[in-house]
Each structure stands twice: as C-alpha cells, then as structure tokens.
Nanobody, 125 residues
Framework: QVRLVESGGGLVQSGGSLRLSCAAS????????MGWYRQAPGKERDLVAT???????NYADSVKGRFTISRHNNRNTVYLQMNNLKPEDTAVYYC???????????????????WGQGTQVTVSA
C-alpha cells in the first residue's frame, strides 16, 4: 500500500555527516508518523527518531544533539541529518511510516505501517 524509497547512506569517517531521505507514496494513504530505525549486526532494530505531521519529534538518547529529523508533508518525505557520526552509529537504517488507508470516503480507515528496504551507514574510526 505504501512505497518507500530511501537514499543517502554510505561510508563516512568519524565526525562526519550524512543525510538520509525517504519518500513515501501510495494511493488513498495518509501518512501520520515518519521515522527512522536502525539495526546493527547481531542487534535488534532500534528507534532513531520519529516525526509526526504536526512536527512533533522523538529521538533516541544516543543521537540527541547530533541527528535532526525533518519532513516535507506535501511530498511525504522524511529526512535524517546525521552530524558528528560515531562508529557506533554504523547500522542499516530503515525508514518507517505509519498512517491510514482509506480507498473510498465511505470506507472505515485502516491503520497501516510499512518499512523501507534499508540503507547502510558505515562510520569508520
């Protein structure tokens, strides 16, 4: 129901910066929450940051002050500006969206959520 296209991952040295972007598209879909999670090898997928339609944000403690999440509501696009990257930020970063699907106005909206395919971020020491 939702197509997510991620971009912006790569290799960077410690202290460097990267910017991730994720564009969501889908018919009859309204997106409320957009965000990023990450998964390092051998670890669980963890929250990085989320942002709602009205701009409310939530960050993992480990990235506060270094990462900034933003979104362009009209384009259903979310960005993650990552500064002062550290080797422990190395992971696959996944875009996440949560919203509603309502194919016709008479239908009861159903909650949807979806994940991007993931983009690798590698920070060298």
């Amino acid at each position: 129901q939702v197509r997510l296209v991620e971009s912006g991952g790569g290799l960077v040295q410690s202290g460097g910066s990267l910017r991730l972007s994720c564009a969501a598209s889908g018919r009859s879909v309204s997106i409320n929450i957009m965000g990023w999670y990450r998964q390092a090898p051998g670890k669980e997928r963890d929250l990085v940051a989320t942002i709602t339609t009205d701009g409310s944000t939530n960050y993992a403690d480990s990235v506060k002050g270094r990462f900034t999440i933003s979104r362009h509501n009209n384009r259903n696009t979310v960005y993650l500006q990552m500064n002062n990257l550290k080797p422990e930020d190395t992971a696959v970063y996944y875009c996440y969206v949560e919203g509603r699907f309502q194919p016709i106005i008479e239908a009861v909206p159903t909650r949807i959520e979806d994940w991007g395919q993931g983009t690798q971020v590698t920070v060298s020491a």
